[in-house]
Each structure stands twice: as C-alpha cells, then as structure tokens.
Nanobody, 125 residues
C-alpha cells in the first residue's frame, strides 16, 4: 500500500523560506516521478514542480527561480524548498507520484496516481 505524507507547512512571513517534506512508504522514490501541486481556496489545483527518477526537474514559471525539489534516497523523502515566499504562495501543498514506469515530468494532476493528504502553507504580507 502506497502512502505519501507531507509535512513542514506552517505560517510564515513574505520573504521567508520553508521546506516541505514528502515521505513515502510502499514505493521507492528513485524509481518514480514525483510532483508537487498546490491548491488555494476557491482555485483549482495547480502544478508547482516535478522530479523524475533521473533527478531531472521541471517547474511552473511562477516558482521556477524560488522553489527547488530534491530527494534524499536514504530517507526515501522528497523535499520542496521554497524561498522568497509571497502571499500568493498560500495554499495547501500536495506531493504526488506517478505510476511505476511513467517517467515523464508531467504538469497535469491527472497523470499522478498517488497523493498525500496535503500540508498548509500560509504566507502573510
């Protein structure tokens, strides 16, 4: 049974940094493409970035120079480092994993099979 658990969310001020974690059980991140998504109140879920098995990354334009995704293989954990946070980054952040063998860095939420429960990030101005 696959389980993804996000952590690290919280309330920060504009300009601060925050690192989210996504720990997995039931799958090994080095063989899966992992994505981060976020959903603000009243808005659709949007793509933040993705990391594939080969450590290639792909980011949404809105976060490209501020956010970075990395992986700790020993801990089977993927991270989302968020710098220079803005109030518009406020959202529930989700990590997701594609199905085994699907290696493309997709920005479409429908391409991801496994989802965490989300962690709230609130950025005050």
């Amino acid at each position: 049974q696959v389980q993804l658990v996000e952590s690290g969310g919280g309330l920060v001020q504009a300009g601060d940094s925050l690192r989210l974690s996504c720990a997995a059980s039931g799958l090994i991140f080095t063989t899966y493409t992992v994505g981060w998504f976020r959903q603000a109140p009243g808005k659709e879920r949007e793509f933040v970035g993705a990391l594939n098995w080969n450590s290639r990354t792909y980011y949404a334009d809105s976060v490209k120079v501020r956010f970075a995704i990395s992986r700790d293989n020993a801990k089977n954990t993927v991270y989302l480092q968020m710098n220079s946070l803005k109030p518009e980054d406020t959202a529930v952040y989700y990590c997701a994993a594609r199905n085994f063998g699907e290696r493309d860095l997709s920005s479409h939420s429908t391409a991801y099979k496994y989802w965490g429960q989300g962690t709230q990030v609130t950025v005050s101005s």
